[in-house]
Structure formats: C-alpha cells, structure tokens
C-alpha cells in the first residue's frame, strides 16, 4: 500500500484553479511522486467490458487468431484468459483473486443491476456512481468520506462550475444529470439516512465524467476505459508538466518528469502539450470545460510548437493576411483528418504531405508527428510491417527526441516497444527480401532489435517502475532472447553502435515521398 507522504494537497499557485498537489519532499527524475493501487473509481470502456479483467485491467485476445499474433509478439493478451462473471455475464475477470476483490468491494452491489436483459450497456461513469451508490447504502458512515471527496472536484465543488459547464455545453450538462438520474434509478432509487442520494449520484457522475484520466494499456496503446482518484486526480494539468500520469493496471502512479522541489506544485498533462496553443487551450476547454493558465499558456502562441518552419509574420502585410488563412486551413484540416477514426492511411499520408509539402510544416511540428503514430498503427493494422517499422524508425530517431526530451518518457518507450516487435516480425522468413535488402545498407535487423531491446531495458524502470506489466514484458523478452546468445552483451553493443549511424540515416530518408 504507497503512503504518498510526499505530496499533500494545497491551494493551487495557479490562480482560480482551486486546490492543487504538492511535493513535500524534492523528487528526481523517474521518481514515484504518489501512487494508488487502484483508483477509486476504475470503468471499462463498453467495447471492453467483455475482453478485459474489471479488476485488474488486463486486457485478454477474445479470438484464437489475435491471441496467437499477441502471444507471438510476447504481449500478455496473447495469455490472459478473461471469464465472465456468472451472475451478470456483463463484465469479466482474469483470475479468482481478481473476481473475489472486485465482489467484495464493488461488484456485488452492481451485479444485479447491470445483469438484467432490459438494461443496455451503461457508461462507465453511470457503472462507476452505482458501485458508489452501493457503498454508500451499505456502509454510510465510512464511505461518505470517498463521495465527499468526489463532490469537491470542479465543476460540482466549485459554486460557479455548473453554471460554467451549462453554459458551455448545455447538451453535456443535460447528459450528466441525465446519467446520474439514470444511475440513482437503476440502483432502485436508494434511500440514506439524511443524504440525498439522487444528487450524490448526478454529482459523482458529473465529477467522474469531467475529471477521469484515460486508461490504456502502455504495451499496446488499446484504450480501456477512465480512472478517477481523489488523490492522483488533484494534480493540476500544465502544458509544460513536471509530472506524469502512468496507468500501471491496475495502479496508477504520478512519476516525475524532471526534478520537483520541496513545495513545488506537481502538474500533469492532461492533453497532447505539444500541440499548439490554441488546440490545447480547445481541447481542455471542450474535455475538461476549462481555460488552461498554466505557464505556457500565459506566455501565449509564442513558443516552438507555435512556430512554422517559413513564417507567416515574416511576410509582408499584404500577404500575411492570405498566408495567416492558408495556414489556418491546412492546420485545421490536418487536425480533422487525425480526430477522423475512420481516416485511412493514404488519407493519413496524404495529409502529412500537404503539411510538409506546404513547407511551413517541420516533422516534428504537431499535428504531424501525431498524424505519423497513426499512420504506422494503420500500416499494422493492414499487415504493411515494412512501412510500419520506417514510420516508426523516423519517430524513434528524429520526431520523438524533439518533442520529448527524456529518454524514459511514456511516448518513446510506447513507439520503441511497438518498432521492437515489428523488427521482430521483420526477422521472420516471410520478409527475408526486405532483411536482406536492410542489411545490404548496413542495417542488421538482429542487431537493430538489439538496440532497442536494450534501449527499452534500460529506461523503462523511471517511467514504469519494475515489477509492472510493461517492464515485464520487456524482463522476459531480455531474458528469452539472451538465453540463446552467446556473444557477451558488450559485443552486441558494439555492433549495435556500428550499426545505428545506417539507421539514422534511414530515418533521414523517410521523406514525405517515401512514406
Ligand atoms: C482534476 S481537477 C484538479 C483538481 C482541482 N484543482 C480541484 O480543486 O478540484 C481539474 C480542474 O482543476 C482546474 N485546473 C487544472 N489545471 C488547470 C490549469 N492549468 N489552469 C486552470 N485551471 C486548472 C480546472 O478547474 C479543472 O477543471
């Protein structure tokens, strides 16, 4: 159980940002700053509710097709088995002792509900404020402690919040206190010596629903549902954080990002904070109903992800008008192709070709390294490896480096892990031309893997600590691989340093052409 004595919640330095969480101790680099085991409120994405432990988080193949591709790359849903519970047949688990937990703390309050044929699938916040609702009935004086320090969030702790939120997005606002009626009623309307439980259910949905952190798994980026705790959850968000979020299934951890003194405020993202300004200052606006006053945000669109590579302020008055609305147009088609879940990857390609080939656009200008983890996922998607892996060598070597400046950080061990198992399909006999031709230009595959295993080994401790899911993953790999090497690992390492500059240059030249 994490103590979390270092950190204490306070007043946020940032101006009408309500309270915020600061560091009592000075943290380092890859630090644990706070961590819960589980947060208080964890719920599966409908879509998962079936394949992935309601526990744990573990995600499980649901075909003998994907669990035989995922079990080939080493990834733990090639092997997790995910059983349905026999009450509900709603939700599921990975083991005994995950059934057991989640039933004595939670299950066994929803498993009625939820289990009856007339009932449709229901938000994860509306499952989350039945669980709540359930506690609460059955054990008002202890847990009205935890709905207590629910309501306190913005928007519904804040006098002016709801007002803020109605008048921003009155659908929204009718939609959380739809759902939380919706949840009171499904919990057979609750009564509660001297509480009313219908508006604790509207606010636990309102404040769960505008204030959870997206679950996804770090192996295979598949997302799983939303996590709220009172604790992780009073982290402030900045554009230019110190800390980060990391989803640990089923823990969740505030790790640092750089080193934090004694008193200073820990901040997380909450958003991509390499986006430009205004699509950062939107999307929490639109998510998270605020207007971020972080740092960053007050010195305005001046900063590097702001800037193009030709600038339009540079050009005389009479154009820069007509440069300022071409601009404008090209970033907001590039943003609307990469929010397109349905975007295809030509459409993908082709829309980093317009921003680059509009030459305002560097590689590592949002939205195009964005636009670039897409189009690699889409290539895996479509079994295109080869051209998955260049996508993912130009992140690797020359975009992520660029926005992130940590080795350790989520997005480059996330994009590392994903070449590593691409190099590994890469090795196999189906693509021996494109091995051949590689190690014709100097690029060793067999070494290349190497590189990125040992890459992998060596920072993922800072950022997911050991003993967890990623790392081991990546532990056993290490181990499997190395049991059948015989040269020394300093040899390899050698070689892998030979090796790399041939890489490098692949990176360079994986034009807009080319991809
Ligand atoms: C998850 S809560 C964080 C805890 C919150 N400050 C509280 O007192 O309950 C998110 C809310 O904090 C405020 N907030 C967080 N980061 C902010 C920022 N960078 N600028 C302004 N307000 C911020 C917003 O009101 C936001 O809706």
Redesign the pocket.
Known sequence: MPTNEGVEVQQ?Q?P?????LFARIAFSPGDTVAAVDRPLVTELETERMLDTCAWCCQRGATTDIEKRMAASMGLPHGFTEIKSCTGCHRVGYCSRACQTKAWKREHKYECKVISAKEVPDLPAGVRGAVKILGRLKADPDNEFAHVRSIL????V??PNGLNQISTQDKKRYEDFQFLGHAAWLYCGKPEIDTLNPKSISIGVVTNTM??ASALSSGLDGVPLGIGFDPLI??????CDPNASLVFNQPRHEIRALRNINAGEEI?IP?VEVTNPFSVRQAELKEN???????TK?KKGANLEADKFLERPEDLGNEYRKKADRRVAAVEAEAYAVLENELARSDEMKETIQMCIGSKMWHWTRQPVPQLCRRLGTLYLESASIYPAFRVGVKLHIEILPALYPQEFCQDRLLNAWAVSTLINVLCGTAHEEVYKELAQGGIELRIIYFGFLFYLREHTPRMFGSGTPFRKVIENTYEQIMAGVSVPEAEIKKKIEAAWPSLEALAHNVTVSSL
């Open positions: 946020s940032i009408g940002a309500g309270r915020g306190k969030f913005w928007p702790g804040d505008s204030n959850s009073s982290a402030n968000h900045s901040f909450y998270y109903f605020f207007t971020c006053q972080c945000c």
